[in-house]
């Protein structure tokens, strides 16, 4: 299993060179949160599987969207928001011990509705998306993008300390801000 989790993260990477190695550290930071909030170690494992794989669905995207040295234009953005659902559909039918398919579908939703693709708030979110949703910001955020140099992780942090409660869950935040501050956390 852990073999073919690879492979199929590793697809995307190909696909997509300049975030090559997002997922592993996303799932890294992913798997540190959880850890300092104390979640049982299946879930844990589960998160680790489902942060690994949460960009699969890029897969369908083009390219040339996905290495694009410019702003997205709205209807780009709109290829670029069926990921999650795609990933869904690539790993809904896998026998996995835990919702990795729900968490790699949730990843990009906020707690006041404002994510997608269905606009889930606060609760409907599982635990383990809403970290990954917070490692995946951090990570983008601090990682140079082809539209943009690497913004750093203060930055990041102050996204999300910012956004706490609203978009961010407050546990998750606080969490994370931990790692870096007081345990020298470094992606």
């Known amino acids: 299993m852990d073999a073919t989790v690879q492979a199929l993260a590793t697809t995307v990477e190909v696909r997509d060179p300049y975030t090559a190695g997002h997922q592993r550290r996303v799932a890294k930071l992913a798997v540190a949160i959880a850890t300092e909030m ?105 990682s140079h993008r082809p539209y943009r140099p690497g913004l750093g992780v203060p930055t990041a942090l102050h996204e999300i300390s910012e956004h706490k409660g609203q978009m961010y869950d407050s546990d998750v935040v606080s969490a994370c801000v931990g790692l870096f501050q007081s345990k020298q956390f470094e992606l």
């Open 38 to 142: 104390r979640l049982p170690p299946e879930r844990i494992e589960g998160l680790q599987l489902a942060a690994v794989l949460h960009d699969i669905g890029k897969i369908h995207v083009p390219a040339e969207i996905l290495a694009s040295p410019r702003k997205l234009t709205a209807a780009e953005f709109e290829i670029i928001k069926t990921h999650p659902t795609v990933g869904y559909d690539i790993l809904k039918d896998i026998d996995f011990t835990n919702p990795v398919a729900r968490i790699v579908l949730q990843h990009h939703e906020r707690l006041d509705g404002s994510g997608y693709p269905a606009g889930l708030k606060q609760e409907q979110i599982l635990l383990e998306a809403r970290i990954l949703c917070v490692a995946d910001v951090v990570e983008a955020m601090a």
